[in-house]
């Protein structure tokens, strides 16, 4: 028996519309620029030296940072401790470094400790380093 239905080709069209509300805010990102001063290592070890002579240490300082970091003074404690190169002083651009070269010559027998401090403008721009 025969359909009553012939297929002529035409098919049927449906529209289906669908709503969605959408809601946002924009905003602009903003940062307090930091400086960021980082020591290669945080604590220097000179290891047994004789009283009379000299050790020689280095140590590089980077700021990692995205803003320059104004180096004011470098304090060191500990007896027998000294910097002799690479004075810091003035300005450390973001991302730049800078070596700095420490020694230690004992005056007498027995384990000696200290530190140098390095203070800078920043609100992270004290770096503190261990030697011993």
């Known amino acids: 028996m025969a359909s009553p239905l012939r297929n002529t080709g035409l098919g049927a069209l449906a ?11 924009g905003a602009y990102a903003t940062s307090t620029p930091k400086s960021a001063l980082v020591a290669s290592s945080g604590a220097i070890s000179f290891g047994d030296v004789l009283v009379g002579r000299a050790a020689v240490q280095n140590v590089t300082v980077s700021n990692l940072g995205d803003t320059s970091v104004n180096i004011s003074r470098a304090a060191i404690s500990g007896r027998g401790f000294q910097l002799i190169g690479g004075i810091p002083s003035g ?42």
């Open 15 to 25: 529209l289906v519309l669908v709503s969605a509300a959408l809601s946002g805010c």
């Open 91 to 132: 300005a450390v651009a973001a991302g730049e470094s800078m070596s700095l070269q420490l020694q230690f010559a004992p005056a007498s027998f027995g384990v000696t400790t200290g530190d140098i401090t390095l203070t800078g403008d920043g609100p992270d721009a004290a770096l503190k380093i261990s030697l011993r």
